[in-house]
């Protein structure tokens, strides 16, 4: 990607006109360095991650301290029935310094947090893992979406052509007395409607940029294509059910599921908790010193004071009626805790099922490639046979349409199945847990 960038520079720099063809693996470094859902993922995870930090913080130490300043400046006058009235007045500053130290000696809720931290902790790493996985299927998937709309727009315009060919060819050979007015027309509508598919084959490939465009931030130049020869040898390991094993005990939104139950239970114990007591210790030290000057009855004198006091302290807190809140939250905590074991196992047959899917689409894709190839090279001849027939009368000018458009049908499918195979390959990794950057430099090594 950095000489790549410094090609574009040079370009830019000298005025040149910029030409390049991005390939698998560099569209995914653009995709990973600006992918939203990805980055939003990778966020969640840290921020995750703080709750072990706070939840640890319950085991440690709690110190606290405060200093107040204070002035104070006073006029009083005590007037009695038999006294004359005493003037007092008095100017004192003062400070107060205090210190704590807590310190939790038992406490079961703090350990259950931390487990139920930490199991969340791991949670939005699998979760992490599972946008990063899904995100080297979205870029590919996008990447040879624009393959399939740009082959789609390539055929869609040979046929148009070809119909305009075969346009002109019925206006000349019906000017000349040799086809009858209705090829004229056939033709023209033939050609009419190839004109409106190549309009929408464009829109397509706007759209495949775009959401191309979408994933990586940026817009992408010219796209590698597909190699003509593809390996079609079956999956490895070629047994499906190995494959299942795989995803279930890999696959990371599995994962996030297994963690979620385990936070889970967790959550239960810490709701328990609020019925153990729990025991700890302080010590707090306090300095409280005023020094000021006070006047009764015209007499000066001082107001100084001075207090310097240590406490040591355990305190045992027994909890025994709270107006039923603990029990209510210990069943809101096996409630959350049964939602999740349903969580697991739907998502168990979930990656399964899309497991053995994805199995099944790679066989079945196998075949249709080498059927699309065959169907292909009998469309080619059906045309040739048939323009042919066509030349020397035996065949209409619609046979001719047809037969250029089931060829033209042909090479679309044939694209498109060439394509599925590649994704469905990648697919079936992503199912079982096992894709990798690997997978995507292999695929980049099928691109030309």
Known sequence: MRSLRTALTL?????????????????????????????????????????????????????????TWSNTDSESLQTSLDVESTPSTSDADSRDLR????????????????????????????????????????????????????????????????????????????????????????????ADQSRASAILAQNAVDDALQALEEITGQPVGQLKRLREELPLDPPEPAIPDQWVDQAVSLSPSLKSREYQLESANHAVDTAKAGHYPTVSAFVSYSDNTTRGDRTFAGIPGLADSEDERTTIGVTLNVPIFAGGATQSGVRQAVYNREAAVDNVEAERRAVTRSTRNAYRAVIAGLSEVQARQQALVSARSALEATEAGFEVGTRTIVDVLISQQVLFQAQRDHSQARHNLVLNRLRLKQSSGTIDVADLQQINALLQ
């Open 99 to 190: 210190l704590r130290l807590d310190q939790t000696i038992y406490d079961h809720s703090n350990y259950t947090q931390l487990a139920g931290a930490r199991a969340n902790a791991a949670r939005a790493e699998a979760d992490y893992d599972s946008a990063f996985d899904a995100l080297l299927f979205r870029t590919t998937d996008a990447y040879f979406a624009v393959l399939t709309a740009q082959d789609g727009l390539a055929f869609a315009e040979a046929e148009e052509k070809a119909v305009r060919r075969q346009l002109d060819q019925a206006e000349q050979r019906f000017e000349v007395g040799l086809s009858a007015i209705t090829d004229v027309h056939e033709a023209r509508a033939r």
């Open 11 to 67: 370009a830019m720099a000298f005025g040149a006109p910029v030409a390049w063809s991005a390939d698998l693996v560099e569209v995914f470094e653009m995709a990973h360095a600006s992918d939203p859902t990805l980055q939003a993922a990778e966020a969640n995870r840290y921020s995750v991650a703080e709750g072990t930090v706070q939840a640890r913080a319950r085991l440690l130490p709690q110190v606290s301290g405060s200093y």
